[in-house]
T-cell receptor, first 113, second 111 residues
């Protein structure tokens, strides 16, 4: 079985500050890891993914994440927050047969001006 | 637009009525997934299809829920005898490999 824990249901940063959203996973198979972003009343948009290879992955809108197997983590970062980054972010793990994704509970990012 | 399409986007119904949602996946994708999302929660897996075969169903999918993908293209999710607890966003996603592409969702409100 797989599971995801996102630490912090709400994160607030100032515009221009570092964004750090935490994700820890549990998986009995080599994991595939994803970050999705959701704006109000919309579906989920993929930010970035780790499947195999390089453990530091870059995504859209300046976001990146690092897969750390020893820490079972896949934290999302962005050097400088923008007002348009305010949204809800979901970490997800896959890799089991059928590749259904298991999602965390989400972190709402607020960006203060 | 060649993304995942879901209809209707919003549905308000009275308790006890039946509702049906439709999902049109990205055309070349062979896998299709249904998820449910309630307020303050992440999406929860309901079921998935590979082509027309329904290969896995979650325990969340009670016998009032049924999903089909008759020709391996579009899919429907039907909820019979709706209950207030069914109020949620129902998300459809399709996939060809590891990445899931999501539609905009169908929001159900049961009064």
């Amino acid at each position: 079985a797989q599971s995801v824990t996102q630490l912090g249901s709400h994160v607030s940063v100032s515009e221009g500050a570092l964004v750090l959203l935490r994700c820890n996973y549990s998986s009995s198979v080599p994991p595939y890891l994803f970050w999705y972003v959701q704006y109000p009343n919309q579906g989920l948009q993929l930010l970035l993914k780790y499947t195999t290879g390089a453990t530091l992955v870059k995504g859209i809108n300046g976001f990146e994440a690092e897969f750390k197997k020893s820490e079972t983590s896949f934290h999302l970062t962005k050097p400088s927050a923008h007002m348009s980054d305010a949204a809800e972010y979901f970490c997800a793990v896959g890799g089991e047969y059928g590749n259904k994704l298991v999602f965390g509970a989400g972190t709402i990012l607020r960006v203060k001006s | 637009d060649t993304g995942v399409s879901q209809n209707p986007r919003h549905k308000i119904t009275k308790r006890g009525q039946n509702v049906t949602f439709r999902c049109d996946p990205i055309s070349e994708h062979n896998r299709l997934y249904w998820y449910r999302q309630t307020l303050g929660q992440g999406p929860e897996f309901l079921t998935y299809f590979q082509n027309e075969a329904q290969l896995e169903k979650s325990r969340l999918l009670s016998d009032r829920f049924s999903a089909e993908r008759p020709k391996g293209s579009f899919s429907t999710l039907e909820i019979q005898r709706t209950e207030q607890g069914d109020s949620a966003m129902y998300l459809c996603a399709s996939s060809l490999a590891r990445e899931l592409f999501f539609g905009e969702g169908s929001r159900l409100t049961v009064l």
